[in-house]
């Protein structure tokens, strides 16, 4: 075929057999895909540009080919960070379990309407059985139960919106709530959007450990109460993203309860160790939150854009989200089934339920706790060999699988350690600040990451502490 000559066109509607050629490419693409995550470079630019103008080339006409456009979405998908492979150690890793990808192109294929339990009642109860299972494993009382979300952004917002409904009205202006400087921004951004003023997010003061000081939260309620403002959420953190601390959930929940604030808990990170016995030591205290955000594209393995809202009461939930039009009006409410679209920001939505329901299915619930077993494991084995070196400083002992540390030095010494680390393109680390300094930060959390490839990471960031202690040597030296 030369170039002037048009291919035949692909209809839109495909007939089976076309559906299965391109599906059986699309799933060796997959697979060969997920083969090369272990020896692919942890990072890789080196094509972004030449391959930038070609992919912003608008759609033609004419039909493409499938297979010459998987091959540059090959392209595409090999630069940037990797976040699917093993070495991948920084911010959170979603270990992008395959079951659930096939599980969402399953769900795709279906395409039936969840927004409403009516249209799909069936797909409705898997996604629903899927909650039912996530409020139990946090001790969530009967009748608790929730939404899959894109995220944790999207169920905190939700969860901050039923809390703002439930204890403010109509009228939230004068409502306040409370978070430390380790929470994460959705908890802020969550407020912005629902209309807070930004001055109404009340920063209570960390320990030196980096978890909410109650007592501090008591002062800082008390005196807003004072100053005729209205308190109305506290939220803790089962995990933080920065250095992965689990707040004090018992006390807080106390203080809350005392307050009449509605506890939220962000698990966005932590809440998939609830699966373990050392998640659910440190978790304790979260079975009496009124909502939790959970990221089961954190902590569950789940590719990206899997998120839970778990709410104690999901009428309040209800309350806040459901609205009515007249072209909704041959929908009837199923018995037991809750209807999705009245209990989030969307209507129309892809049957996420399906991306959970499958792997837990069939990976079985052990599968997932031992794994999870495994990364608490090796982010204590990193702690403990990196404390061997007398040059590397670690303040905080893990909650759960992220390991901050630094070298002894300046904040430069330390971005230029992180550099060199992650030019081996073997493995990534990110980094944060806290109390105004530097820290690397890694964190065990791929379901592809086991003992070989952290034995290898510490041996990499070993040799760089080396280099990097010869280096300054040899400049004081000149
Ligand atoms: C990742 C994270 C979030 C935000 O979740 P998204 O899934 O990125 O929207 C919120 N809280 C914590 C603690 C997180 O780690």
């Known amino acids: 075929m030369t170039n002037n000559q048009a291919r035949p066109g692909l209809p839109l509607?495909?007939?089976r057999d076309t559906i299965a050629e391109l599906g059986r490419h699309a799933v060796d693409f997959m697979a060969d895909r997920i083969g090369e995550l272990e020896s692919a470079p942890a990072s890789d630019y080196r094509q972004a540009e030449q391959l930038a103008a070609l992919l912003l080339r608008p759609p033609g006409d004419d039909p493409g080919d499938f297979r010459e456009l998987l091959e540059t979405f090959r392209q595409a998908a090999g630069q940037g960070v990797n976040t699917a492979g093993p070495g991948y150690l920084a911010y959170f890793p979603a270990g992008g379990l395959v079951s659930s990808v096939l599980a969402e192109m399953l769900a795709q294929a279906a395409n039936r309407f969840t927004g409403v339990a009516q249209t799909a009642p069936a797909l409705v109860a898997m996604e629903q059985s899927v909650l039912a299972w996530s409020c139990e494993l946090f001790g969530l009382p009967a009748g608790a139960g929730g939404v899959v979300t894109t995220g944790a952004s999207l169920a905190t917002l939700s969860a901050l919106v039923a809390a703002r409904h439930d204890?403010?009205?109509?009228?939230?202006?004068?409502?306040?709530?409370?978070?430390?400087?380790?929470?994460?921004?959705?908890?802020?951004?969550?407020?912005?959007?629902?209309?807070?003023?930004?001055?109404?997010?009340?920063?209570?003061?960390?320990?030196?450990?980096?978890?909410?000081?109650?007592?501090?939260?008591?002062?800082?309620i008390a005196a807003d109460r004072a100053a005729g403002l209205r308190p109305f959420l506290l939220a803790g953190t089962a995990g933080t993203t920065s250095t992965g601390t689990?707040?004090?959930?018992?006390?807080?929940?106390?203080?809350?309860?005392t307050e009449g604030l509605w506890f939220h808990v962000d698990a966005a990170y932590g809440g998939g160790f609830q699966l373990t016995a050392r998640g659910r030591a440190r978790l304790a205290g979260i079975e009496q939150a009124d909502s939790i955000?959970?990221?089961?594209?954190?902590?569950?393995?789940?590719?990206?854009?899997?998120?839970?809202?778990?709410?104690?009461?999901?009428?309040?939930?209800?309350?806040?989200?459901?609205a009515d039009g007249q072209y909704l009006q041959d929908l009837d409410r199923v018995a037991d089934l809750p209807d999705f679209g009245h209990l989030g920001a969307e209507l129309t939505r892809e049957f996420r339920g399906l991306r959970l329901?499958?792997?837990?299915?069939?990976?079985g619930v052990r599968a997932f706790a031992e794994a999870l077993e495994e990364?608490?494991?090796?982010?204590?084995?990193?702690?403990?060999?990196?404390?061997?070196?007398p040059r590397v400083e670690l303040p905080w002992e893990p909650d759960l699988s992220v390991v901050v540390f630094r070298v002894r030095g300046g904040d430069e010494a330390n971005r230029d350690l992180l550099a060199r680390i992650n030019a081996t393109r073997r493995i990534y680390l990110s980094s944060t600040s806290v109390g105004g300094r530097f820290y690397l930060r890694l964190c065990v959390l791929s379901v592809r990451t086991r003992a070989s490839h952290v034995h290898e990471a510490l041996r990499i960031i070993r040799a760089a502490v080396d280099q990097h202690i010869w280096s300054n040597t040899e400049t004081s030296a000149r």
């Not at 908890?187 to 997010?201: C, E, H, S």
């Not at 990364?375 to 084995?381: G, R």
Request: hydrophobic share 50%.
């Open 13 to 15: 509607d495909l007939d």
């Open 167 to 220: 204890r403010l009205g109509d009228d939230a202006r004068d409502g306040t709530l409370y978070v430390t400087e380790h929470t994460h921004l959705s908890v802020a951004k969550a407020a912005r959007i629902a209309g807070l003023p930004a001055d109404r997010v009340r920063v209570v003061p960390a320990t030196a450990g980096l978890r909410m000081d109650a007592g501090a939260a008591a002062e800082l």
């Open 246 to 257: 689990v707040d004090p959930l018992p006390e807080l929940a106390r203080l809350a309860r």
């Open 293 to 322: 955000a959970f990221d089961p594209h954190k902590s569950l393995f789940m590719p990206y854009g899997t998120g839970v809202l778990l709410v104690r009461d999901p009428a309040v939930l209800h309350a806040a989200h459901a």
């Open 357 to 363: 329901w499958l792997p837990l299915h069939l990976h």
């Open 375 to 389: 990364k608490l494991d090796l982010a204590a084995l990193v702690h403990r060999e990196l404390g061997r070196d």
